[in-house]
């Protein structure tokens, strides 16, 4: 398996509350992306990143923004939790070389209430 | 805009029977494709890539997919489902433009009946 974790791997918290999400890897890959899955929606991307410091927008990046300091961390923040951003949230890594192989984390269940 | 389309959410065998997953791909060919499975409460698991070498692929688990470039689809086949299958499976192609990412289909869940 890749080397992926996440933290935390279930959050409540309420409305209103910034959240960050973190994802941590051990396989020096370039590429991070975080996605969310909903039920009849499959997985959307949120942001990725293709190195230190550069990130980009996803399909849905509204309402959430992301950092990335060190090549293994890549930190994902609900600036105002919303109920509407209740939802499973996946971490993914990729390498160089034109491949797009993605690998997955285990998840970080989060409920806003 | 590569866009992926699975038919079927749900799919539902019996113990032994075939299984097929449809995959259909929108745009011009993408030099790759992937099925991955999500078992419950997991990650996403790589279960096959298709890179242009071999128009039929082999994956983990009994699974194989073939490309057909005239349907523009990559099926997922097993010929004999068990029960250990169950999982959502989900088709995946490179979104044009670069930057190493993937568009997605939305899944379709697989249950097998003993």
């Known amino acids: 398996d890749a080397g992926i974790t996440q933290s935390p791997r279930h959050k409540v918290t309420e409305t209103g509350t910034p959240v960050t999400l973190r994802c941590h890897q051990t396989?020096?890959?370039?590429?991070m992306y975080w996605y969310r899955q909903d039920p009849g929606h499959g997985l959307r991307l949120i942001h990725y990143?293709?190195?230190?410091?550069?990130?980009d927008k996803g399909e849905v990046s509204d309402g959430y923004s992301v950092s990335r300091s060190k090549t293994e961390d890549f930190l994902l923040t609900l600036e105002s939790a919303t109920s509407s951003q209740t939802s499973v949230y996946f971490c993914?890594?990729?390498?160089?070389?034109?491949?797009?192989?993605?690998?997955f984390g285990p998840g970080t269940r989060l409920t806003v209430t | 805009a590569q866009s992926v389309t699975q038919l079927g959410s749900h799919v539902s065998v019996s113990e032994g029977a075939l299984v097929l997953l449809r995959c259909n791909y929108s745009?011009?060919?993408?030099?790759?494709l992937f099925w991955y499975v999500q078992y419950p409460n997991q990650g996403l698991q790589l279960l096959l890539k298709?890179?242009?070498?071999?128009?039929l692929v082999k994956g983990i688990n009994g699974f194989e997919a073939e490309f057909k470039k005239s349907e523009t689809s990559f099926h997922l086949t097993k010929p004999s489902a068990h029960m250990s299958d169950a999982a959502e499976y989900f088709c995946?192609?490179?979104?044009?433009?670069?930057?190493?990412?993937?568009?997605f289909g939305k899944g379709t869940k697989l249950t097998v009946n003993p």
């Open positions: 995946a192609a490179p979104s044009q433009g670069g930057s190493e990412k993937l568009v």
């Open positions: 396989e020096n890959h370039r590429y």
């Open positions: 993914a890594i990729s390498g160089s070389g034109g491949h797009y192989e993605q690998y």
């Open positions: 990143s293709y190195g230190v410091k550069d990130t």
């Open positions: 298709y890179t242009s070498a071999a128009t």
């Open positions: 745009s011009s060919v993408p030099p790759y």
